[in-house]
């Protein structure tokens, strides 16, 4: 069973020619329909959230902030990101459409979530919006199920680092950050020695991949640097930031997957997650419809334990060398954070 959250009218929160544009949505609806999963497809309403879900993650004078500036007809918050009058709904609808994904897991005990909303959210910092991002969807939902006890892991495997997710959750135990993503790339942030804070040493997971970087460099890099750590962390809950700009017609970066990389990755993530209704995708990046489409449901399908069609799998690309360097980095970074704790003299 798939549970997603029912379609938001976003179109308010667009501008000409930009490459974060309603069709996006268009093509993730179509990649559902793809999967023919009739019964099977369980749709949530919309949820507002309220302040105090969404200042687990953002300051409340952030949150002030944004509206007041979408309220004042919007514009410009940097080069790469934009507001318009509607698009303080609209992201709180999208933070919102998470927290209703999930909670209809915890109700129903059984099936996998998909949140399918725009703007993305991963680059979103506790107090200010960037990269195409306003609020922090997917920490937002975490944030929630952490305040509950639950440990919760997040796999990010959009094209660019989710600098805000790994901002928000740098010093939190019960959260485990995990990022593939090609650099040097905006946000230029997610080098392998960035591991987490004080209280939560080895609790992020950075994984930088050279440009042309093909699905078996980032499988590796998840099996063998990521994949010992999430079997201690002992997750009780998935969450993916499931970003499709890596896939190799992209125009926003560099990297060469296919949609039967994705189909790969959606399997291997889905097997991360301790039981059914513990494994929710959050749509972040992916700018090319057709690929976006395919990825997706290519995504979806392996993770429900079915099969779609897709492009074979990408193999042969730079990186695959890199992944011993950048698991040596992590382990030295590691090393002397704790040593460093053990003296106080780690922050």
């Known amino acids: 069973m798939l549970v997603t959250n029912a379609p938001y009218d976003d179109s308010g929160h667009e501008e000409s020619g930009h490459p974060e544009r309603p069709d996006r949505m268009g093509a993730a609806r179509s990649a559902l329909e793809d999967l023919h999963l009739g019964d099977e497809l369980r749709v949530v309403g919309p949820y507002l959230p309220s302040r105090s879900e969404l200042m687990r993650v953002h300051a409340g004078t952030y949150l002030d902030e944004l509206g007041a500036f979408c309220y004042a007809g919007g514009g410009d918050i940097d080069v790469d990101t934009f507001a318009t009058y509607d698009s303080w709904n609209i992201a709180q609808n999208a933070a919102g459409a998470g927290l209703a994904v999930i ?3 915890e109700r129903l005990d059984d099936g996998v979530g998909f949140v399918a909303t725009r703007p993305p959210g991963h680059h979103a910092l506790r107090d200010r919006g960037m990269g195409f991002c306003l609020l922090n969807n997917i920490a937002i939902a975490a944030a929630s199920l952490s305040s509950k006890g639950e440990r919760v892991l997040i796999i990010d495997w959009d ?3 989710g600098n805000g997710t790994q901002s928000i959750f740098w010093d939190n135990p019960d959260v485990l950050y995990v990022s593939t993503h090609q650099s040097p790339l905006f946000p230029g942030s997610g080098a392998a020695y960035e591991i987490g804070g004080m209280r939560a040493l080895g ?4 994984i930088p991949l050279p440009a042309g970087a093909t699905g078996d460099v980032v499988r590796r890099g998840i099996e063998e640097i ?3 750590v999430v079997d201690d962390f002992d997750p009780t809950w998935v969450l993916v930031s499931a970003g499709f700009d890596s896939h190799r017609d992209d125009p926003m970066a560099d990297l060469a997957l296919t949609s039967g990389d994705f189909a790969l990755l959606g399997r291997s993530v889905a097997e991360f997650a301790p039981r059914p209704g513990r494994l929710a995708f959050f749509l972040e990046g992916g700018y090319n419809l057709a690929a976006l489409r395919s990825s ?3 995504t979806l399908a392996t993770a429900l334990d079915g099969t779609f069609d897709v492009e074979r799998p ?3 690309g730079p990186g695959l060398t890199t992944i011993d360097a950048t698991l040596e980095e992590r382990l030295v970074a ?4 704790q040593e460093a704790a ?3 003299d780690y922050s």
């Open 296 to 298: 997706l449901a290519a």
């Open 159 to 161: 094209v660019h680092h």
């Open 334 to 337: 590691v090393r002397i954070a």
């Open 103 to 105: 909670g209809e897991l």
């Open 226 to 228: 990521a994949a010992p």
């Open 314 to 316: 990408s193999s042969g």
């Open 342 to 344: 053990t003296k106080g």
């Open 203 to 206: 609790r992020t997971i950075n």
